[in-house]
């Protein structure tokens, strides 16, 4: 798998919604992931989403359950997070991360995934 490049992103209001892209080059191999991360400033970075390519299992933070959705974007090996009702503690840099593993619990270590994006910026005003 080669890079990933994401889309999206910005500055919206408190209960709005955004929506980020990830695509990356080549077919996803075998058990394969894509994954959503955030980092805010002073934190450290968390997951925030996954889904697995087969059979598209989707993984979800408790933090966002209920208001984010990651999805895979047709044909093309690329997902959408997309992000409602957002709140000002969702503001971050959101990565996008991509990985082939095993793994018996949810896929939710950073250190699963291999390929990551340059990252994009969400910020959310109170």
């Known amino acids: 798998q080669g890079r990933l490049v994401e889309s999206g992103g910005g500055l919206v209001q408190a209960g709005a919604s955004l929506r980020l892209s990830c695509a990356a080059a080549?077919?996803?191999?075998?058990?394969?992931?894509m994954a959503w991360f955030r980092q805010a400033p002073g934190k450290e970075r968390e997951f925030v989403a996954a889904v697995s390519w087969s059979p598209g299992t989707t993984y979800y933070a408790d933090s966002v359950k209920g208001r984010f959705t990651i999805t895979k974007d047709g044909a093309e090996t690329a997902v959408i997070l997309q992000m409602n009702s957002l709140k000002s503690e969702d503001t971050a840099v959101y990565y996008c991360?991509?990985?082939?593993?095993?793994?018996?619990?949810?896929?939710?270590?950073?250190?699963?995934?291999?390929?990551w994006g340059q990252g994009t910026q969400v910020t959310v005003s109170s």
């Open positions: 080549g077919r996803a191999s075998a058990h394969y992931y």
């Open positions: 991360a991509a990985g082939s593993f095993l793994t018996a619990s949810e896929p939710s270590d950073d250190f699963l995934y291999t390929n």
